[in-house]
């Protein structure tokens, strides 16, 4: 411990000069001749910047990842790093943060840390940096002591351009003084927002993370998330010790997502007919339970898919070999509680699908973003009803968590359940949510697509209120309901309801029109189902006016689902890109199939390899030489030299 201590002692003095100052010696910057700040950001903008580092980091974009231009924010992020200077970096999935780090990682001198807590996350990359020529390491629980040495080995002889380490063996002594005598290029922390408290991914660990300011002065750190919401970020640099970081912060907006929100009402034929529009193509189904995962698992698989079902309860064995099923072979459906999901970063997942309804606007943005990383089209689905609505409250109500925890749980519960009723783009009522504004529709969400009807409830909903107070605001919807149709039950029979003037009163109408009533009334605060009553709907200050007729209430027309979606099981079919048929989709296939070899014979998942986006390049402009294939966005040197001529004798052979 000393010694590493002594060692960045060692480095902030060798930053600094005596200067003059009250007859004692004050520290002065050697660079800048600063006095103001002589310690770890004494330099910034003079730490060894210069432009010509921007033209060298659009090379190595261009001959590496084989990509033209950088995206959104990353050029500046990456001249921010280059200059010395701390950052925080908010983009949303997909948006591109691992090359924020990684070139600037490349061109400053020294090692490029990145500390990662995800260790499925950290292999994948590692192997696609390796892919892509560079020598990247990682240091994890998964390694065995021999491989560990290797690495150890490789550090101290500085073999290793990127390593990527799990926050736990950061900061362990041993690792920190091994790091220390490395000379570090700069220091990325992903998924940074797990420091926050407040967050749903908090870790411990994460908070030993500010001593690096003090073990690495004069090292530009980054932190980088996807899911940070003002109070988060600032907390990220507090937490972290950041010297004045910048920031950045992207549009949350993923234009490439459409989202598509109905009602409950048979959910596995609403499934069905959504899963005939992704035949053959990768996917998520996330459900509250495991019982429920397993069921429907089951049912997908009859129905002609392919799915596997994954939660905390199998074994590490059976998950960590549906997640590599699933991250390998095309066309998996993966049905999951949110188990899983952390630290996938599969580019062409087509779609997440939801059962049931998330707890929040958060987890609902950060599992639906598994979707559509590699920016091809992909669809965020959900179906949610009244139990989903009543089943989170209840379970809300019997947590043990503090009253003040339940009450922000709460208002993110009634903020998602707001959200799923909206009658405007969903677009720009999720942006806002995040606190973006957005002006126009976004023509990619099922309301911009398909705008609601409205309809005039007041006196359905007056018929229901007094039907809930006459029946003393002690039943739950069901109950509820079989009142106003004039159902016979024993429950009725019993508490005489059937001599209620409110029996009866709602029978020319369906279950599920009441039930949409109740929901939408539940979601605007008319209603309470009151979970220490096992759901009973009660009435407040707010309905009392709609009861009374003093104010009138207009409702959603809950969308028809199709009467019968198909009974014939899917037939499997290729996942080919829409509008490519015949001899196209025979070269495609082929492409594929190649691709597929090229993985197993490497052992990393096929995307490593190339991206759909990529190959579908290739169809499109068909490249008959290797400078040609160059040009193909997501081909650099390293990949052509690797597999370009294999790629060319395909699309050659086609003609
Ligand atoms: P994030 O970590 O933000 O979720 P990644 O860094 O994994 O995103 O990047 C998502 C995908 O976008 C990757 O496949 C990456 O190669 C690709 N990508 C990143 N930057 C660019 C760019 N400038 N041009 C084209 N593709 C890019
Ligand atoms: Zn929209």
């Not at 990359?125 to 491989?147: E, H, I, K």
């Amino acid at each position: 411990m000393f010694r590493v201590e002594s060692v960045g002692l060692w480095r902030f003095w060798s930053h600094t000069v005596a200067g003059p100052g009250n007859g004692k010696l004050s520290p002065k910057c050697r660079k800048c001749l600063s006095i103001r700040q002589v310690r770890d950001d004494c330099c910034q903008g003079l730490s060894g910047y210069n432009p010509a580092m921007m033209e060298r980091a659009l090379e190595i974009l261009k001959q590496r990842y084989g990509y033209p231009a950088f995206r959104g924010s990353q050029a500046a992020v990456i001249e921010t790093a280059l200059q010395g200077r701390d950052s925080v970096v908010l983009m949303p999935t997909g948006g591109g943060k691992s090359i924020c780090y990684q070139i600037p990682g490349m061109i400053r001198d020294g090692l490029a840390l990145v500390v990662s807590p995800l260790i499925a996350l950290m292999q994948d990359q590692v192997y696609a940096l390796r892919q892509l020529g560079f020598n990247a390491a990682f240091l994890n629980s998964s390694l065995t002591p021999d491989q560990r040495q290797q690495i150890n080995r490789q550090l101290d002889c500085n073999q290793v351009e990127i390593l990527y380490v799990a926050p736990e063996r950061l900061v362990q002594p041993d690792t920190l003084q091994r790091l220390a005598q490395c000379k570090l290029s700069l220091i990325a922390i992903d998924e940074a927002h797990c420091v926050s408290q407040w967050g749903h991914d908090f870790r411990q660990d994460y908070l030993a993370l500010g001593m690096l300011r003090k073990y690495f002065p004069g090292t530009p750190r980054m932190a980088l998330t996807a899911t940070a919401n003002q109070r988060t970020r600032q907390e990220i640099a507090d937490k972290l010790e950041l010297n004045s970081p910048a920031f950045f912060i992207s549009s949350f907006d993923r234009p490439n997502i459409k989202y598509l929100v109905q009602p409950k009402i048979d959910a596995r034929k609403q499934l069905q007919t959504f899963l005939q529009t992704h035949q053959g193509e990768s996917g998520i189904v996330y459900c509250l339970s495991r019982k429920k995962v397993e069921q429907t698992a089951d049912w997908i698989n009859s129905r002609g898919y392919t799915a596997l079902p994954y939660h905390a309860g199998f074994d590490s064995e059976t998950r960590a070999s549906h997640q590599q099923r699933f991250l390998v072979e095309d066309g998996i459906i993966m049905v999951a509680t949110i188990a899983f999901g952390m630290g996938i970063d599969k580019p062409d997942v087509r779609f997440v699908a939801h059962l049931d309804l998330p707890k929040s606007m958060e987890s609902y943005y950060q599992e639906t973003g598994r979707a559509g990383r590699d920016g091809l089209p992909a669809d965020a689905w959900m179906v949610y009803g009244l139990q989903d609505v009543v089943r989170l409250s209840r379970m809300l109500a019997e947590s043990h968590a503090s009253e003040q925890f339940k009450r922000v749980e709460r208002s993110k519960l009634e903020a998602l359940l707001g959200w799923c009723e909206v009658s405007r783009c969903r677009r720009i009522a999720l942006l806002e949510y995040f606190g973006e504004s957005r002006d126009a529709p976004c023509g990619n969400c099922d309301i911009c697509i398909t705008p609601p009807q409205t309809w005039d409830a007041t006196v359905d909903a007056q018929k229901l209120l007094s039907c809930i107070v006459r029946t003393g605001q002690r039943f739950g919807a069901a109950h509820v309901i079989d009142v106003l149709k004039g159902k016979s039950s024993d429950k009725i029979e019993q508490h005489r309801h059937h001599q209620l003037g409110t029996f009866g009163i709602g029978a020319d109408k369906s279950d599920p029109h009441w039930r949409s009533i109740i929901r939408q009334l539940m979601v605007q605060g008319f209603l309470f189902a009151d979970a220490q009553r096992y759901g009973a709907l009660t009435l407040n200050e707010k309905s009392r006016p709609l009861l009374r007729g003093e104010s009138e209430l207009t409702l959603r027309q809950d969308a028809v689902v199709a009467k019968s979606a198909s009974r014939s099981p899917a037939k499997p079919r290729a996942n080919v890109p829409p509008g490519i048929q015949g001899q196209d989709a025979e070269l495609w296939q082929a492409l594929k199939t190649c691709r597929m070899e090229l993985a197993k014979a490497n052992g990393v998942p096929p995307y490593v390899i190339f991206h759909d986006s990529t190959l579908e390049e290739m169809m499109f402009r068909q490249p008959r030489t290797l400078e040609e294939m160059l040009s193909i966005s997501g081909v650099g040197e390293t990949k052509l030299a690797r597999y370009g001529e294999k790629f060319l004798s395909i699309l050659c052979a086609d003609n």
